[in-house]
């Protein structure tokens, strides 16, 4: 326990007050900004060794004084002045100021810490010319009831080189400004109240002191608190009201003339003071010769001390009634304004005053009254010496004093000399620090009733060195010492709160910082704290001697190479010879938190110290140290008892045989389960050597024990494990290798509830469960050790009757309900659920019961129990199925019983789309291996891979045991939505978002596809959906990748993906809407053990909650997703909306149940010209993807051969011909040679005749090219070309065979295109000659050998 310097807060934005009050230096280069960039401050580093010679610097070079004076910190030539209670700091300089308030925020770490912000800023001068010389802090008592010692607001006061005194709040609002002297300010002090320690010392009242330099001023406190409260309150109203401020009155002040001296910088009020009977006897006669007379009572008289020249410190006494407050001129303010107000009021009447009088009026100076002379009564003379300040101590009795010889001296201020001179501290900063006598740290044998002892501690602040030091007064030694560096300002307030009295502050904790150290270039506030001891002198001081033992033994325990014979010896050694009780009891518990130290050597000392107070006079011994002695002693007598137990033990008993017997069954039909949750489980796994089982540390084994009220309890703690503990005591009783008799009569005999024992070894039991599946005696030891803890003393209620719920099994089972160690749980609630039908069974023969009645509600309980876990182990062992590699499904997740049931209806339907979605499975093969178990058919074809026929099984078993919970619907709508959940985390994956639709269309009920389509829709798909629209229409065509992620969110790809999914879903959505009315609502359903399962609503029950959409509306977004969708994939140019009339495109991307205002009746032509135009040009690009597949050879999908399809569903809802779209695809088909496609689309068409015509032409052009435009014209083909008829030959050669795609088809192709064109034309068709004439071409040139 020393002294230490602890940062409380921090200052922040100090370069905006730098850049506010240094306008000048905001002027500087960018290499110079980039250089401060880091540091908000900067410091002089090239003289760190100064401090050994302080006047060394004065003989250096000129350059160097300039380059020093450049690089000292700004804030060294501001005012500073910090509230005591540290939550306003006031930094000025000119006639600029900054206010800083304090504001609590959290840092990283999570704790919350005070930082100072600025909160106003702003120019104080009112005078021209005039600067702020001095800046006080006052902060204002509350006056309300629930106060408890925390101000109610912070009054700033601040002196000006005018001689003008103004009173600011912490918002830079004036309250009142008075001139008092027309000299400037010095320094502004305040003494605030103090509680007197003793009955006999006079009552101090609270003032304000204002130094001039040949004058002192001072206000009394009371009035002053008064009249700030008073302009705090009328500067509130009439800013509410919007009107002028009322000018207040003046402060009664007193004024003294101080003479007698050169020279005053500093002062210090130390109250009114009386003299003693001896004292005022001597003054007279030094005074008044030897004849004086002396008055019956001494006079009462305010003390002041001031520093400075000539002499070097004076000492001044004004006799109370000397001086009456200085009132005349505020009798002539009040006059004045009377006077004024009627002149004013005449003038406007008579219009007689004009603007200049008014401006000369506010212009004249108040009238300053003169001093009352108070002479110096003496002083401590030094020619050559000049005060520079002095800091009152907090007790009034002494002072500090700094001198430009770079002296410190302590001054006696009731005696007037001076006791005490430190040298080396120029330019020191002081302040003073008081500590009290903390409850308990006096021997109260010695003196019991004396009141608590006060110390003063002076702090000293050297910047030429950079240290800091505290000095213990008046003769005492240096108690600390810190390196700080050379740029901090130590902030001494040397007052608390104002208005504080002896009645208000009864009860109240007045939290104030006495000495505040601020580091200009950090920026961190930091209070010292000095322990009380430190001011007692080593001589006298019992507890400073214990405090070195108690190091020595703390320096002894850090060694690690030590003797264990050496260390006891030293160890009691220094425990014997400690005399306070709190350090003998640190010091014993630092040894037992020792991790090096043996048990034998704790054990020697705690014994060993136990018998020493045991020997002692037993009133003179402390009771609690004794206690923890005898505690401790215990704890290690216990510790080496359990460590000697571990011993093999090669002779079970045959009770362990008959009490594993019992239970074969039961493990007999867990056994497949358990044994395929081993194979699980038994995957190598990463391991630290601190989580290997080695044997229990003593230091960890006393922590987690205590004894309470004579009972050895386990201690509790949010955080802490008792799995090392647990197993320390059980598991040699569960690995077979210690006597399970010993340890449990051990144990007992050690004062352990059964409770704790039971929680310990559930504990072990549940969280080494590899360890417990690999032993096979540890269900026999289990059941041994169940037994035993239950027949224990208070295990089981004495009035337990076997038909009310005990609250030791319900213990049992609410552990194993909570464990995620399935397998161990199960163990434990069969083995428990066996040890309490024994006892229940034992009972009923001793109570002479019949068989039937030994069926009990305990018993119910174990079964409702066994079922659930049974069933979390079936689930945990599905849930355990490793990733396929290179999935992304996340960790594997556990379960148990409680997470189950407090994840409500759903849980366990979650968990399995969970794995699902892990694994990866297509929704077709869950289809499959959810119907061959509704039908219990076996697999006819086994898999190929064993990790997918694994993955069945276990399916398979949980769906067995979950059948209302995994029922199809309800599987599928999880799945459903765990995809799409996944989707809309990685969006870029498009295949989570189209296994959702496709397990969204395998729900048989329609109630709950709406729900979840509906659900999908509005949650995750209408925003992008909409963004999608909104970019192609900007656009006009589909986007690139780079737009797509911008406003979409995923590339063009996964786009592409994402509209046809829409597509999906909406038509999903509408079938289900549709079959709504012709089924009834299912009813949600789980198993009977699981009906208490409470918790969020799941997604079924959501799904059924959700209302009818609006069928139309539905009906309108799917169109507009399958034309995106086609834009997308054929890369058309579309501007979706303009697609649609003002109507459409009001209705999109609203909430699908509302009703909307549709498009109805014949549309405008040209927007139906548009749309027909668009569809056209999708079958076209199908038909080029089509002929590219076909192409390459790549084999097309069904889903890819549905456009013409979508075309023409589409054309009824945006009222374009169908026949037309149909003839155009023909056209297109046979343009790309696919002419047995065209073929089928052609029965089809309507108007034939039309189609023959456009077939024609199309004809003429794959003719014209064979005949004319092939670069194999043959003389043949010429001959065919001569013979035709010239009406014919013309024609062809009008003809562009480049329109045609695929222009080099086959003959035979052409001839039935040809006899197909004939077929469809009639024969007084105008062109029907022209077709007979190309089947003669035609046939002709397939005679051509």
């Not at 601020?518 to 000095?530: K, N, Q």
Request: hydrophobic residues 40%.
């Amino acid at each position: 326990m020393s002294c230490c310097l602890l940062e409380f807060g921090r200052v922040q934005e100090l370069r905006q007050v730098r850049d506010f009050l240094f306008p000048k230096q905001n002027q500087s280069g960018p290499e110079e900004k980039k250089a401060q960039a880091e540091n908000e401050l900067t410091w002089d580093d090239s003289d760190w060794d100064s401090w050994e010679n302080p006047d060394s610097k004065e003989d250096g070079s000129q350059a160097e004084e300039e380059e020093q004076q450049q690089s000292s910190p700004w804030l060294q030539d501001c005012v500073l002045s910090l509230s005591p209670c540290s939550d306003l700091l006031v930094i000025a300089r000119e006639h600029k100021a900054g206010f800083l308030s304090a504001k609590w925020r959290t840092d990283e770490s999570g704790q919350e810490e005070m930082a100072l912000t600025v909160s106003w800023s702003g120019t104080l001068s009112a005078e021209e010319g005039e600067c702020i010389s001095s800046v006080i802090c006052i902060p204002l008592a509350s006056q309300k009831r629930s106060s408890t010692g925390r101000p109610d607001w912070t009054c700033i006061v601040i002196g000006f080189t005018s001689g003008y005194v103004r009173f600011y709040t912490e918002s830079g609002v004036l309250l009142l400004a008075q001139l008092l002297h027309e000299d400037p300010v010095l320094r502004l002090k305040c003494r605030t109240y103090e509680i007197p320690r003793h009955p006999g010392v006079t009552e101090q009242h609270e003032e304000l002191s204002i130094l001039y330099p040949a004058a002192l001023v001072t206000i009394d406190g009371f009035s002053l608190f008064q009249s700030l409260r008073a302009c705090r309150n009328q500067v509130a109203r009439a800013a509410a009201a919007g009107s002028d401020v009322i000018q207040p009155p003046p402060l009664a002040y007193k004024k003294f003339g101080l003479q007698d001296m050169d020279t005053i910088t500093d002062h210090c009020s130390l109250g009114i003071t009386t003299l003693s009977v001896f004292d005022q006897m001597k003054n007279a006669s030094i005074l008044g010769g030897f004849h004086a007379s002396v008055k019956g009572s001494p006079p009462a008289m305010s003390h002041y001390i001031t520093v400075g020249g000539g002499p070097y410190t004076g000492f001044y006494y004004a006799i109370e009634g000397s001086s009456q407050p200085l009132l005349s001129h505020v009798a002539l303010a009040v006059a004045s304004k009377l006077t004024s107000a009627l002149f004013s009021a005449a003038s406007g009447w008579l219009g007689w005053k004009s603007k200049n009088e008014e401006e000369s009026v506010q212009k004249q100076k108040p009238k300053v009254e003169p001093a009352t002379p108070l002479p110096v009564r003496f002083g401590l003379p030094d020619s050559r010496r000049h005060g520079e300040s002095i800091c009152l101590s907090p007790c009034n009795t002494m002072a500090g004093v700094t001198d430009d010889f770079g002296r410190v001296t302590l001054l006696d201020v009731a005696r007037g000399i001076a006791i005490r001179m430190w040298k080396g501290y120029r330019d020191a900063q002081l302040g003073w620090v008081q500590v009290s006598e903390a409850f308990g740290e006096r021997d109260t044998a010695t003196s019991p009733s004396m009141p608590r002892r006060h110390a003063q501690f002076l702090v000293i602040y050297a910047p030429r060195r950079g240290i800091l030091e505290v000095w213990g007064t008046q003769h005492g030694p240096r108690v600390g010492a810190f390196t700080v560096g050379k740029h901090c300002r130590l902030l001494y307030a040397g007052h608390r709160l104002m208005g504080v009295n002896s009645v208000t502050s009864q009860g109240w904790q007045i939290h104030t910082q006495q000495v505040c150290l601020f580091d200009l270039v950090s920026g961190a506030l930091r209070a010292i704290t000095i322990p009380f001891h430190l001011a007692l002198s080593d001589k006298k001081s019992e507890r400073a001697k214990d405090m070195h033992l108690l190091r020595r033994l703390t320096s002894l325990l850090r060694s690690r190479e030590v003797e264990p014979a050496l260390l006891e010896s030293e160890a009691q050694s220094v425990l014997l010879d400690i005399k306070h009780p709190a350090l003998k009891k640190q010091a014993l518990e630092s040894l037992l938190s020792n991790k090096n130290a043996p048990v034998s050597c704790l054990t020697g000392v705690t014994r060993a110290l136990l018998d020493s107070l045991k020997e002692q006079d037993p009133e003179a011994v402390d009771e609690s140290l004794l206690q923890f002695c005898s505690s401790q002693l215990k704890l290690l007598q216990l510790y080496k008892d359990v460590q000697l137990l571990h011993t093999p033990d090669t002779s079970p008993t045959e009770t362990e045989h008959l009490s594993l017997s019992g239970i074969e069954e039961d493990l007999a039909r867990v056994r497949p389960v358990l044994q395929r949750y081993t194979e699980m489980n038994s995957r190598p796994s990463v391991s630290f050597a601190q989580d290997s089982g080695g044997p229990l540390p003593v230091r960890t084994f006393l922590s987690q024990l205590d004894w309470v009220n004579g009972e050895l309890k386990v201690i509790k703690q949010p955080n802490m494990d008792w799995t090392q503990l647990g197993s320390f005591l059980f598991w040699g009783c569960l690995s077979g290798q210690s006597v399970l008799q010993r340890v449990c009569e051990t144990l007992q005999e050690s004062g352990i509830s059964p409770q704790q024992l039971l929680s310990l070894l559930l504990s072990v039991w549940l969280n080494r469960e590899k360890e417990i599946l690999k032993c096979s005696d540890a269900v026999s030891n289990l059941h041994t050790l169940l037994s035993t803890l239950s027949s224990m003393k208070g295990a089981v209620e004495e009035s337990w009757d076997g038909q009310c719920v005990s609250t030791w099994w319900q213990q049992v089972r609410t552990t194993c309900v909570q464990s995620e160690s399935a397998a161990a749980a199960l163990l434990a609630a069969l083995v428990a659920q066996r040890v309490a039908k024994s006892a229940i069974t034992k009972l009923a023969e001793s109570k002479f019961q019949e068989e039937w009645e030994c069926v009990s509600l305990e018993l119910e309980q174990w079964v409702l129990c066994i079922k659930q876990l049974e069933d979390v182990l079936a689930l945990q062992t599905l849930l355990c199925l490793p990733p396929p590699q290179g999935s992304t499904g996340g960790a594997v997740s556990r379960c148990s019983v409680k997470t189950l049931l407090e994840s409500g209806r759903g849980g366990v339907a979650d968990c399995v789309s969970k794995l699902i979605f892990r694994q990866g499975m297509p929704p077709d093969l869950l289809r499959d291996i959810l119907q061959r178990r509704r039908k219990n058919q076996t697999t006819e074809q086994p898999l190929q891979q064993g990790e997918e026929e694994r993955l069945e099984e276990l399916l398979e078993c949980v769906c067995q045991r979950f059948p209302n919970s995994l029922s199809l619907d309800v599987l599928f709508a999880h799945c459903s939505w765990e995809h799409v959940v996944q989707w809309n985390k990685d969006p870029e994956v498009g295949q989570y978002l189209e296994r959702s639709v496709e397990f969204l269309k395998m729900i048989s009920n329609p109630h709950i596809q709406l729900g979840i389509s509906a659900m999908m829709w509005h949650t995750f798909i209408v925003k992008r959906f909409s963004a999608a629209a909104f970019l192609m229409e900007k656009v006009g065509k589909a986007p690139k990748d780079r737009l797509c992620r911008r406003d979409v969110g995923m590339g063009d790809a996964a786009v592409r993906s994402f509209l046809g999914s829409c597509v999906q879903l909406l038509q999903a959505l509408m079938e289900a809407d549709s079959g709504v009315e012709d089924v009834s609502a299912p009813d949600m359903c789980v198993e009977e053990v699981w009906n208490s399962a409470e918790g969020p609503v799941s997604i079924v029950e959501l799904a059924m909650d959700q209302r009818s959409v609006h069928y139309p509306l539905v009906q309108h977004h799917c169109v507009l997703a399958s034309l995106l969708h086609a834009a997308m994939t054929f890369s058309l140019r579309l501007k979706p909306l303009s697609l649609f009339d003002s109507k459409g495109k009001n209705a999109f991307f609203r909430d699908l149940i509302s009703i909307q205002l549709l498009p109805s009746g014949d549309m405008d032509p040209n927007l139906v010209a548009v749309r027909q135009e668009f569809l056209m040009n999708v079958l076209t690009g199908w038909v080029k993807a089509l002929a590219d597949a076909e192409e390459n050879g790549v084999k097309h999908s069904g889903t890819e051969d549905t456009w013409p399809s979508v075309c023409m569903e589409l054309t009824s809802l945006l009222q374009v011909n169908t026949d037309i779209l149909r003839r155009h695809l023909v056209c297109e088909l046979y343009n790309q040679g696919l002419d047995l496609r065209a073929e089928e689309v052609i029965m089809e068409v309507e108007d034939k005749d039309v189609l023959g015509s456009q077939l024609l032409v199309l004809m003429g052009q794959r003719l014209s090219f064979s005949l004319l435009h092939s670069q194999s014209q043959t003389k043949p083909n010429m001959e065919l070309l001569a013979r035709l008829p010239p009406t014919l030959c013309t024609w062809l050669k009008a003809m562009n065979p480049s329109e045609l795609r695929c222009p080099s088809v086959p003959l035979s192709q052409s001839s039935r295109l040809i006899n197909k064109v004939i077929e469809m034309l009639p024969e007084n068709h105008t062109q029907y000659s022209f077709a007979l004439n190309l089947l003669e071409a035609v046939d002709s040139l397939q005679a051509e050998p």
